[in-house]
Every structure is written in C-alpha cells, then in structure tokens.
C-alpha cells in the first residue's frame, strides 16, 4: 500500500501528526499496535500546560524558565521557547475541535498548580484530561480521511540505499508480515517505561519499540538514563492518581499523619523524598480527606474510581497508600528543532523522541503539550518532505527476514516463560535502576540484561494460533525491550553525577562539565552499541546547508 506519509503511533503527537499532514493535502496512514486509545496519551490525566492569551498572571518566559529549571541544564531552550510560544493556540484549537475544558464562572479556561511551576498554568478536564484530548483527536482524523490501521506492529523501516521506502509490519489479525511504502515517515509510538513491569504506570506496550527499531537503522538514541518516576501510584499495582490530586489540595503524609515533603516540588525531588521516608521505614500516603466530596467529584473523580477498584479505598474517609512508580521517559529518537531525524524524512515526535523539551526531568503538565505541538510541526514537515519526495523501491528480502523471524517465533519450541521474563526484568530495572542507581546495580542489571538476551533465543509461541496471537507480540515487544533496556543502563554507567530524574548514590553531586552534554548511544555492526557524549547545540551544518539549498 502507498501512502505519501505514514504516522506510528496512535497518542496525541501520532494523532496530531496524522490530522496536520492530511491537512496538508497528504494521503495519510496511522499505525496502532494495539486497539486505539490505549496509549500513555489516553491515561495522562492531570493536564496541559499553557500560558492563556490575555492572562495577567503569567507570561511565556516564566514557562519557559520553569521548564528549564526542571531540566536542569540539560533543556534545548531553542525548542521549548517554540513550544511555549505555541500552547495557548493548541489549547484554542483542541478547544474548536470540541475538547471541553473546565473553566471558570466567567468561561475563560480554568487553570490548576502543578509541580515545580510559578503560576497556575495547568488546563484540564477534571482529572482524565488525556483521554478526552485523545478522543477528540481521533474522531476529527477519521472525520478528515485519515486511513487508520488498528492492531499492526511495526517491525522494521525499509531503505532504498540511503533513501526511505517504507516500514514492515506484523498484521495481528493473521499473524501475516506486511508492508507499506511511503514518502516520509512519522514515529511517534512511545516511551520504554513499560519495561518496568509491575512498577510502572505504563501498559506492558510501553515497551520501547520505535526506539529499538531507530537503533536498528543508526539513528542515535540520547539521554537514555532519565526514566522518570511518578511519585503518587498505588502501592501494590503501580495504578497513577494524578498530580492533579496534590494541585487540588493532597496533602502527603506518613502513617503518623505528618507531611514530610512539600507536595508541588518537581517529580525526582519528590519521588527521592518518599523513597527515602520508605527505606526509614515509614508507609506513605496521600491524603484527600479534607478536600470534601464535592470537590473530589468534581475534579478528581478518576482518583476517587482507581483507588476504591485498585486499592479498595474510599478516600473520602481512608487515606491511600502510594509509592514512586516508573512513569515517562525522557530519552528518547534524537531530533532537530523541525523533528527531523538521522535519516532524510523521518520525522519523530511525542516521548519517543529527545527534543530536548525535558532535558533531564520533565514538568507535570508539558507532556501533552509536548506531543501536541511537536506532532503538529512534525506532521507539517513530513507533508511538505512528501511533496518534494518520491516513492522508493522496498527490497522484499526484508520482508521475506522479517517473515521468517515471525515463523521462527510461531513454530519454534518454548523453552522458557515470556511472562516470567518480563516480570523479573521489571523487578531488576525497578530495585536497580530506579529513583536511586549506583555503579554496583547498574553492573548487575546490564550483567542480567544480557543473560535474558541469551535466554531470549528460547523463546517461542506456545500457543500456535495465527489469529491475533498475544503471545507472539509480547516476544517481539520483550526483544525490543531488551535492547533499549540496554542502552539505559549503558547510559546511566556512563553519567557518573546525579542530575535530573538520574540520581547515583557514588555520584550524588551534579558535575558542570556536563551541563548541556548528552549521553548518545549508536548501534554498530551487528548488535554492538557505542556510546559518547556530544554537546547540546551541535551545529548540524550539512543539513542546513541543503535545507537552504532545498535539496530537503
């Protein structure tokens, strides 16, 4: 099939990509591995951030500094400014499309605290902000005639030389190798916190798979190490309450009722703050008892639901016991301002990709805004490299590899248990390479890395079923998983300092020779991966060049 541009990834940045390429006058295909409204987009609930047209207590350049405290010196201010400059008109156009905000008496959008911010600059739709914005999103793509493909995993991207043809892909509903040609690409399929099974907000599908495939091709992957933890989730299913909970008024406590920790801190120092409360023994809550049944209801009724079916509390009258969870990744597709890629049009956006927004700790609230603004200029950009472009062979060789990887995995003998596998990775990145790292846990978990590699060859499809086999998709997500789990580690042993969400116990100071200064990891020959340290503002000059000469 041929389509001039092809968007992976069904989020927001994915959705938003879609919707501003056909409006480009793009024939367009969206890619879901899974049935839609299941990505991290759907569950995000708090909201986005935005500094409002007209408003008199907040201005773009607080944003922009707040962001940027949170990154600490390791934000590409080029993009947030941009970014920044951009939220008020994608919160105006999300609200033409019909995403209703909570707003005030007077109509004007309301606005809640978030952590680590100056001003109330956070827009919501009570506590399930994400999903509405996704819902919306999706209904006006296939309203404007976006070709939407539900249940196909993307496996590799298909080259002509050095030119884009296309992706393969596995169509679940008869386990069949597919593939589509196109003339430019978007990846916008997530993050890799799902690694961390069992203590992760993520579904398992938050398995890292564009970014295994991108190492694949040799583009590079940057920053890695900063896995952000969510400090509020249930204690024994890794469930979120937002932060929207503590912008309302939940307070932190411990079972003593004392508030150890200033509840609006930015996510690492407060996920430290608790974890350290725990190893002193302590259990930690959150406490919404004061906050009264009207206003529970109201703007949080989502926390109210997740803790009575997760937890089995009411928190009207219990308080409800948390823990930091795995929640987003920063590292991430590295990408130029336009979210250009190391391979002519091939676009990336949303948290697959390292924009540089987040640096190396992102602020509640600016992931939304982040997959909306860059899915937007990433759907413009691939459109427009559409209209210049053409269509390139695709080798079916690599149909034919990838056809018999799937068989090889269908028909093989088991020898070991996926679901295992994956729980024990998730506990050794959780206990290891968690809110706290050191050289000694990272060496053992790249040790045990590459020993599941080794085990990983064994494993194949009990069940032989060809129609939507879920046993086949974990394999190849748990395979992806291990080579971006991979090169986390490698680049968390390669950061000696704590900076951001990255905190190591034998390096707990910050070292200023590395401000501005990102950890890269490129795949070599076969599966050996390179890791260097580049500086942030590389001058990138071929590709301006033929940028101006509109050779791109």
Not at 467 to 472: A, C, H, I, K, Y
């Amino acid at each position: 099939m041929l389509y001039d541009v092809i968007v992976v990834g069904s989020g927001i940045s994915g959705l938003h990509a879609a919707l501003y390429a056909r409006r480009a006058g793009s024939t367009v295909a969206l890619i879901s591995k899974s049935t839609l409204l299941r990505s991290n987009s759907a569950v995000a609930s708090g909201g986005i951030n935005a500094v409002m047209k007209g408003t008199r207590n907040d201005l773009h350049r607080e944003h922009v500094s707040d962001t940027l405290k949170s990154a600490d010196k390791l934000g590409r201010p080029s993009t947030v400014t941009a970014m920044v400059a951009g939220a008020a008109d994608i919160i105006e156009e999300l609200s033409s499309m019909g995403v209703v905000f909570d707003s005030e008496e007077d109509g004007t959008i309301a606005q809640r605290p978030f952590g680590g911010t100056s001003a109330k600059r956070t827009c919501y739709i009570a506590d399930r902000t994400g999903a509405s914005i996704t819902q919306t999103l999706l209904t006006q793509c296939r309203k404007e005639g976006v070709q939407i493909f539900p249940n196909h995993l993307m496996l590799s991207i298909a080259t002509f030389g050095d030119e884009l043809s296309g992706i393969t892909l596995l169509r679940r509903r008869d386990s069949q190798v597919i593939a589509f040609a196109c003339k430019s690409l978007v990846l916008a399929g997530g993050g890799y916190a799902g690694m961390y099974r069992g203590h992760s907000t993520n579904s398992q599908e938050s398995s890292g798979d564009m970014l295994a495939i991108a190492l694949r091709a040799k583009m590079r992957l940057v920053n890695m190490e900063f896995v952000q933890f969510h400090p509020t989730t249930l204690l024994k299913s890794g469930t979120l309450i937002s932060e929207a909970a503590r912008g309302e008024g939940a307070y932190i406590v411990d079972e003593h009722g004392f508030r150890f920790t200033d509840e609006l801190q930015t996510r690492d120092k407060l996920s430290r703050d608790i974890v350290r409360h725990q190893m002193r023994g302590h259990t930690v809550y959150l406490d919404f008892r004061h906050l009264g049944e009207e206003l529970i209801d109201k703007k949080l009724p989502s926390a109210r639901k997740h803790a009575l079916n997760g937890a089995g509390i009411d928190i009207l009258t219990e308080l409800l016991p948390i823990t930091p969870s795995a929640h987003y990744t920063m590292g991430g597709i590295w990408s130029r301002d336009d979210t250009s890629t190391d391979i002519d049009n091939i676009f990336v956006c949303g948290e697959c990709a390292y924009s540089g927004v987040h640096g190396a700790n992102r602020l509640g609230g600016n992931s939304l805004l982040e997959g909306a603004y860059f899915g937007k200029v990433a759907g413009i950009n691939a459109a427009r490299a559409a209209k210049k472009g053409k269509f390139h062979p695709i080798d079916y060789a690599l149909v034919a590899k990838e056809s018999r990887y799937v068989e090889m995995i269908l028909e093989g003998e088991s020898r070991f248990n996926i679901n295992t596998m994956r729980t024990n990775l998730g506990n050794i990145l959780y206990k290891k390479v968690g809110v706290f790292r050191n050289h000694d846990t990272l060496a053992d978990t790249y040790e045990y890395i590459h020993y599941l590699m080794k085990l990983s060859s064994g494993l194949c499809c009990v069940n032989k079923e060809r129609t939507d086999n879920v046993e086949l998709l974990s394999i190849i997500e748990f395979r992806n998983s291990l080579t971006v789990a991979e090169a986390m580690v490698m680049s968390a042993m390669a950061r000696e300092e704590s900076r951001g969400v990255h905190y190591r116990d034998d390096f707990p100071d910050k070292n200023e020779k590395n401000d501005n200064v990102n950890t890269i990891i490129r795949r070599l020959t076969g599966s050996f991966l390179r890791i260097s340290f580049e500086g942030q503002f590389s001058s990138d000059w071929w590709y301006r060049i033929r940028k101006f000469f509109h050779v791109l």
